[in-house]
């Protein structure tokens, strides 16, 4: 009966491993995939402070621009864009500084700056979705490079199935897998996250494109 415990405890205790010790089976394939998560995780939060940064705007900026800019000050309104730090401000501060010129040449600066902004949001997401997509290919390739060297164990001991080596071989060669899900999905999420409200703020620059060149038809009109 003791005997009969004491294997029990044995097996019992051989099941519990740590997280570092299931690191540290799964391979040299575990380092990269620690690193593609520490990049994702930095890449995220870096671009999510970003976007949410551009995002922040004041909802009367749009309304302190047109009457600046119907009562002919356009010094004014030139300050009040620099003084705001966002990419729908510094489209209005090139169309500004375009005064003057044909409307299709201003629209056109004001569609070049808006590109220029965009681009800066987009930074580093494209490597984020690398990640995304090889992160659990990298995990996958250690799952079979584990199992390869497994059943070249199982060869080299003359063909004789060790139920236990094997199952052993095989869950340390899954662990690189269940490590590439787990960087590779929220990697995934979060790529489509920031898109999602990339996406969100290009429609409001396009809305805010569209106000600025209605203010300046406006003396126009009233002439």
């Keep these: 009966m003791i005997t ?7 097996v019992e205790s051989a099941k519990t491993m740590g997280f570092g010790e299931l690191f540290l089976a799964g391979g040299w394939l575990m380092w990269p995939l620690l690193l593609l998560g520490g990049v994702a995780i930095f890449i995220f939060v870096e671009r999510f402070v970003a976007i949410r940064k551009a995002s922040k705007i004041d909802p009367n900026f749009m309304n302190r621009l047109r009457d600046l ?4 000050k356009v010094d004014a309104a030139l300050r009040l864009c620099k003084k705001t730090d966002t990419p729908i401000a510094r489209m209005m501060e090139k169309g500004i500084s375009r005064i003057g010129r044909p409307m299709g040449d201003i629209q056109t600066a004001i569609e070049n700056v808006a590109n220029l902004e965009v681009s800066k949001l987009e930074n580093g997401l494209p490597f984020l979705a690398t990640i995304a997509g090889g992160a659990p290919m990298l995990g996958f ?8 060297k497994a059943f070249m164990q199982m060869s080299q001991a ?7 080596a094997l199952s052993g071989g095989m869950y340390v060669a899954m662990i690189t897998t269940i490590a590439g899900l787990i960087v590779g999905v929220p990697a995934y999420f979060g790529y489509n996250y920031l898109v999602a409200r990339i996406e969100k703020l290009v429609f409001q620059m396009e809305a805010n494109s569209i106000a600025f060149m209605d203010i300046l038809n406006q003396p126009a009109e009233k002439k």
């Excluded at 009969?4 to 044995?10: E, G, M, P």
């Excluded at 800019?69 to 002919?72: L, V, W």
């Excluded at 003359?158 to 236990?164: E, F, I, Q, R, T």
């Design 4 to 10: 009969l415990l004491q294997d029990v405890a044995a």
């Design 69 to 72: 800019i119907c009562e002919g």
């Design 141 to 148: 390739l250690g799952t079979v490079l584990g199992m390869v």
């Design 158 to 164: 003359g063909g004789v199935v060790d139920m236990s």
